[in-house]
T-cell receptor, first 110, second 115 residues
Framework: KQEVTQIPAALSVPEGENLVLNCSFT??????LQWFRQDPGKGLTSLLL?????REQTSGRLNASLDKSSGRSTLYIAASQPGDSATYLC?????????FGIGTKLQVIP | SAVISQKPSRDICQRGTSLTIQCQVD?????MFWYRQQPGQSLTLIAT?????????ESGFVIDKFPISRPNLTFSTLTVSNMSPEDSSIYLC????????????FGEGSRLTVL
């Protein structure tokens, strides 16, 4: 059974700082890994998708990496802004189902 | 990217009542997924809504409690029946953007509070 863990559970940083969010998974037989952003009480916004054959994906200030052999992914956010404050979820897709982490709650302080 | 509209965005309900959540997608999709996110928890798949056939429910979820309709390829409803405070959650509709990549898109969610 796939298990997804996100560390840290919460993170508070000053504006402008670069930061890294971590996601680990127990079963390396994955199809893809997707990072989402969730604002309080809202749905999920897709940020980046990494296919199992890929090592990283970039979009603007965001960079996601994937290391299947070690069961890890990181989401790097450059030059953080107060508008980045949200919960970031990692979702690991296997061929049968998608397993979500609980998320990392990020607060960027102006 | 797919545009997914969910209604209602939030509601406060009384114990014992039922509420139907609607999900409308701007393009035809084969599968639509319904998730539940309880406070402080990760997302849990309730069921997969298939057009023209019964929904496929995950372990721990039953049709009597969460009846689902899928009348066409762009619309689905999820009903939360005989609600109790434990049903207070965000309910989310999701569709795969691309069958090859498996990328998921989500609606804005429906936040239900049961008193």
């Amino acid at each position: 059974k796939q298990e997804v863990t996100q560390i840290p559970a919460a993170l508070s940083v000053p504006e402008g700082e670069n930061l890294v969010l971590n996601c680990s998974f127990t079963d390396s037989a994955i199809y893809n890994l997707q990072w989402f952003r969730q604002d309080p009480g809202k749905g999920l916004t897709s940020l980046l998708l990494i296919q199992s054959s890929q090592r990283e994906q970039t979009s603007g200030r965001l960079n996601a990496s994937l290391d299947k052999s070690s069961g890890r992914s990181t989401l790097y956010i450059a030059a953080s802004q107060p508008g980045d404050s949200a919960t970031y979820l990692c979702a690991v897709g296997s061929y049968q189902k998608v397993t979500f982490g609980i998320g990392t709650k990020l607060q960027v302080i102006p | 990217s797919a545009v997914i509209s969910q209604k209602p965005s939030r509601d406060i309900c009384q114990r014992g009542t039922s509420l139907t959540i609607q999900c409308q997608v701007d393009s035809q999709v084969t599968m639509m997924f319904w998730y539940r996110q309880q406070p402080g928890q990760s997302l849990t798949l309730i069921a997969t809504a298939n057009q023209g056939s019964e929904a496929t429910y995950e372990s721990g979820f039953v049709i009597d409690k969460f009846p689902i309709s899928r009348p066409n390829l762009t619309f689905s409803t999820l009903t939360v029946s005989n609600m109790s405070p434990e049903d207070s959650s965000i309910y989310l509709c999701s569709v795969p953007r691309d069958r090859n990549t498996g990328e998921l898109f989500f609606g804005e969610g429906s936040r239900l509070t049961v008193l």
